[in-house]
């Protein structure tokens, strides 16, 4: 049975990693094509004035300005190291939170309606907050990430932890397995396609907060360049640092989570093997 | 390593929950001498499982106790290891990881891991599939792998939880030799339950009789049939009648209506 599994396997793996990958982002390319030529339609109506909306060249121009003049890297650079700072934290005290939530039962049905009120409170309103006790600063732009993100990773990490099938406890405590062993060898692995899962919604939340807060009050930074390019009617500018901020949306969901989950989730055959 | 002698006293299990009270088992006294086959055999929801699950220590009783060797069982303890229904491997590891699992736990060096390990998959012919995930094995393959996972710790006792209940009735038949010749060699005392008395009187030197819910026991049967058995055996098939008879009884009382 192995065996035909493998030829099978080896067969769907003779087509070229390449050539997939390409074939698959047609039906992505043909939008964004769409996506532009329609814009472009619309510039060309004259509805609006061209500095208030302006056409694809227009905001093309000024990616290339942005990244001409090192401001794009820059702002990259400092964007994505909070988020990983603020990410990374959040995940920490998420999985804690979470882990108390499950493991003290009476304690998580307490917990838990106001962590599902704070999930869906609105990053931006802690912003007030923020500045007033960490002033504008870097670490005010961290707690806004870390608490906007914070409650959504727990929700998500202890509705993960509850997925482990009880009979895989009983098979390692059976075995002499208990507390930080148990977790750590059965219950983080045995959850771990459906932890992945909680951490990326865990990053859109933190990704989210991040860019809003930078936006009202950052110096540095993607949300600042989008806020910059108003302040100075540079709607362009604007434009382009959205389009960059959906770009890199995409990219860290592509390439950082659906392949982690992938491989995670074919390591135990809920996807066909490669 | 030998098996060890267990003794069942006054066991009794009640599970509460909120407002229904389900008593299991109830008054069960049974002595299980070393190295023995046991089958404990009964209807559905007859406790049979909770009988293991105490014996284990992954339970704990509600009256009575259990006693290994004379000493009080206190806690799961890998000296006394459950092959369950699904086999419970876990899926995020390969076959050899699988049987190397409580091995790990319990310390053991590498080297004496790996050869055990190997010892252990080819006692149950699955050395090939040492590097196989879970997900790519049948389901008599699985519970191959659950039995090297449990004797490769060289338990005291065996407990197997109706563990041949979901496969398809070749493969239960050749799981039954495998597990006949793997007790045969190993001596370990050996607690076997499950719902089928053919396969109860196939394998056990005993046969207990489980009642309807709370489970008591009801009768035990020797079984002196010479080994290794098969089920065309006239003593195997007297015990099968008999313990069917027995259980018929049971599901007809326990199918009266009550006052």
Redesign the interface.
Known sequence: MVESTQALSMKRTREPRSNRNLRHLIPMVIVAVAFVALWELIVQLHIWERYLFPGPDDVARSLLDIWNRGLLLRSIAATLVRLSVGFLISLMLGAILAFLMVHFATFGKGIQPYVLGLQTFPSIAWVPLSLIWFGFSESALLFVTIIGSLFAVSVSFADALRTVPPVYLRAARNMGTDGMDLILHVTVPAALPHLISAAKVGWSFAWRSLIGAEVIFATVGLGFLVNQGKDFLNIAQVMATMIVILVMGVLVDRWVFSRTQEWASRRRGLLPSK | MKGAALKLVMLGKRFTRKTTRTDALRDVNLEISEGEFLTIVGPSGCGKSTLLNLV?G?EEPTTGWVEMDGHQIRG???D???V?Q?A?L????DVKRNVE??LR??GVRRAERIKRVGEYLKMVQLEK?AR???????GG?KQRVALA?ALV?RPRVLLMDEPFAALDIQTREEMQSVVQDLWLRSGTTTLFVTHDVREAALLGDRIVVLSHRPGTVSAILENTAPRPRTLDNPEVMEHIRRSNEILKQEVQWSNQPKL
Request: hydrophobic letters at 65%; aromatic letters at 16%.
């Open positions: 284990a992954l799961p303890g890998a006394r290891i459950v369950f699904d419970a876990f899926p995020w590891l699992f409580g736990v319990a599939f196989a995930r879970v997900h790519e094995l049948s393959m996972r710790l």
